[in-house]
């Protein structure tokens, strides 16, 4: 069983709608992930949080936002997306206090978003 | 040149074979090195982690990691049908941006 846990496993969603995936980890990681993944892709990094502060921004539109509210918990707020944001969204964390982040990542089950 | 190159497959194989995943990369900056397995509509499973050249080895799975040629390799041995799942390379360095670096994935599938 994944430490990382994901709600919802499944999301419909319209055009206009407001919805958000959340994430949480009891691990003491001090890095947490978003990522996205098509089918047959490999996961492409969106967000990464950092002593819950955003370290990284791969050039994600706006109407996706992140939020962490403390070092176990992450969102990702979805507004106005589009049939093509249709993906499995993966949240992940890695790095237990220490200096040297090693890469390993624990990823969750994931979130299988549809937009129509 | 890509950053790193991984045959998507798909690979096919009996069940009982030894299976031979692999990867090329051609980041010196790599210094850590993993494999992920992946079964359908499921996230990411940490499978294999070492950050040095030559080989370890975990029950039925080895990684061997060759930095000289920067090449890594998976060998499942015993394959079992519960190994069919897409398989995906991954580094990481501490320079720079801290990011993990996925190949594209392998897809498997143990034929009983």
């Known amino acids: 069983d994944t430490e990382v846990t994901q709600t919802p496993k499944h999301l419909v969603m319209g055009m206009t709608n407001k919805k958000s995936l959340k994430c949480e980890q009891h691990?003491?990681?001090?890095?947490m992930y978003w990522y996205k993944q098509k089918a047959k892709k490999p996961p492409e990094l969106m967000f990464v949080?950092?002593?819950?502060?955003?370290?990284i921004n791969e050039s994600v539109p706006s109407r996706f936002s992140p939020e962490c509210p403390n070092s176990s918990l992450l969102n990702l707020h979805l507004h106005a997306l589009q049939p093509e944001d249709s993906a499995l969204y993966l949240c992940?964390?890695?790095?237990?206090?220490?200096?040297?982040?090693?890469?390993?990542?624990?990823f969750g089950e994931g979130s299988r978003l549809t937009v129509l | 040149q890509k950053e790193v190159e991984q045959d998507p497959g798909p690979l096919s194989v009996p069940e009982g074979a030894i299976v031979s995943l692999n990867c090329t990369y051609s980041n010196s900056a790599f210094q850590y090195f993993m494999w992920y397995r992946q079964y359908s509509r499921k996230g990411p499973e940490l499978l294999m982690y070492t950050y040095s050249s030559g080989n370890k080895e975990d029950g039925r799975f080895t990684a061997q990691v060759d930095k000289s040629s920067k090449y890594i390799s998976l060998f499942i041995r015993d394959s079992q049908p519960s190994d069919s799942a897409t398989y995906l390379c991954a580094f990481f360095s501490n320079f720079g941006n801290e990011k993990l670096t996925f190949g594209t994935g392998t897809r498997l599938t143990i034929i009983p």
């Open positions: 949080y950092s002593y819950e502060k955003l370290s």
């Open positions: 691990m003491g990681h001090r890095a």
């Open positions: 992940a964390s890695s790095g237990k206090s220490r200096k040297v982040n090693t890469g390993e990542l624990f």
